[in-house]
Nanobody, 117 residues
Framework: QVQLVESGGGLVQPGGSLRLSCVAS????????MGWYRQAPGKERELVAS????????KYADSVKGRFTISRDNPKNTVHLQMNSLKPEDTAVYYC??????????WGQGTQVTVSS
């Protein structure tokens, strides 16, 4: 079965950085696109970033462009989200998701990111 396990969340001050990681199993990781979503209290779930299977093409939500970077390490079945210049509005539970563009997309447990002074 598809399994996604996130890690790396925590509490950080505005302007700080965090690096999230997601380890995938149960499918041919290198063949599929992956993504990160987030959901803050009272807000709709938002696609933060996605990355195609080979890691050469990425997309970002306007709210995080220039600050976040999605990457993947296919031999390790891992996708990362490097978050820099964090803002309080980035506070949310972040979820790894994939494989994208299939009928069997799965979700991780989520990892809490809190940006606060």
């Amino acid at each position: 079965q598809v399994q996604l396990v996130e890690s790396g969340g925590g509490l950080v001050q505005p302007g700080g950085s965090l690096r999230l990681s997601c380890v995938a199993s149960g499918f041919s990781f290198s063949s599929y696109a992956m993504g990160w979503y987030r959901q803050a209290p009272g807000k709709e779930r938002e696609l933060v970033a996605s990355i195609e299977s080979g890691g050469y093409s990425t997309k970002y939500a306007d709210s995080v462009k220039g600050r976040f970077t999605i990457s993947r390490d296919n031999p390790k079945n891992t996708v990362h989200l490097q978050m820099n210049s964090l803002k309080p509005e980035d506070t949310a539970v972040y979820y790894c998701t994939g494989p994208l563009r299939t009928g069997r997309q799965s979700w991780g447990q989520g990892t809490q990111v809190t940006v606060s002074s």
